[in-house]
């Protein structure tokens, strides 16, 4: 009986203890996730109906291929993403929140089928799920990132996987909350705009830890191995760019808001590199000011711990406070 019993591979299985601080920083970002907890039933974007209904249909179509796209990436973050950086993590406490942030993009996943259940008929939810499978831009970035998180081997790639993850959270998605952000702006679609407030203000705390994660990460590696790392970060982001402007065109030219959009795109690249501690690649160009508005850029989450190289520490010294936590929000309607 005993023998049967005993653990035969003798190794210690660990049970996750909260009552030591690991970091300075990872129960902070429990709370603060805890905090911001939301399900997509709390919503109500039917009350959006009669507005989406007198949206000119090229409106309509891009608003939905960009719900769609954003389901996409929050699929493969929830379900790959971040279970393999969790997986990898060798800190407990860091694998809970990291899975508790999986569990809050499957219901950003489903909170845009919420909002597509109350605009769209069977067939054109369809339909749109069909363009995703097809659209050669989207897929095209999710096998990108896809292919950093099924291949981690080692802290380089575990590195790589988390900048992957940072690229998806700060910089992919902003492609899709632009539309969003640019009809609530106008008073337009707001109900459905709060739902992707809610999923902007979680991207951001998830970009700013992963990104702390890498940075920590990346002080181990030794020199020659950062610039390997440094190299292909570069020149990930330089692909994912370009394929960042073709969706850009596929989706927003019809709109004449493909420029505007181009310019987003720069000032959130920028932003992924700076929860990266890198810094900025690109020159940042205005942002429409209707978008701009929609964001607290004062705040934002790259300045939350004071994210330049060593970020964290600097927590250590001090209480948290709501300050610490103010991430972009969409601005109240302006007409
Ligand atoms: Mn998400
Ligand atoms: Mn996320």
Known sequence: ??????????????????NREVDGFTFAFWEKNLEQMWVDTEFVPSKDRNVWD??????????????????LLDTKQGNVGMPAIAEHVDILQRKAVLSFMAMMENIHAKSYST????????????EVFDWVE?????????EQIS???????????????????????????????????WLSGQGKMVASGEIINKIIQDES????YVGLLAQELYNELTVAEQEEVDYETNALLEELMENEFAYTEDIYSILGLDHEVKNFLYYNANKALMNLGKPAKYEEKKINPIVQNGLNTESGTHDFF??????????????????????????????
Request: proline share 3%.
């Open 1 to 18: 009986m005993q023998e049967r019993i005993r653990n035969a591979s003798n190794k210690v299985h660990r049970a996750v203890n909260w």
């Open 134 to 142: 097809e659209n050669q831009f989207l897929q095209f970035k999710a």
């Open 147 to 181: 292919h950093y998180y099924e291949n981690i081997t080692d802290n380089k790639t575990l590195y790589l996987a988390m900048v992957a993850s940072v690229y998806l959270e700060s910089f992919l998605f902003y492609s899709g909350f632009f539309l969003p952000l």
């Open 54 to 71: 007198r949206l000119e249909p090229e409106v309509q179509d891009a608003y939905k291929k960009v719900l769609a796209g954003l389901t």
């Open 205 to 208: 705390i998830h970009g700013v």
């Open 306 to 335: 004071s994210t330049k190289g060593k970020s964290y520490k600097k927590a250590k010294h001090r209480a948290l406070t709501d300050q610490d936590f103010s991430f972009p929000r969409l601005a109240e309607p302006l007409i």
């Open 115 to 126: 909002i597509f259940t109350t605009l769209l008929t069977d067939v054109e939810i369809d």
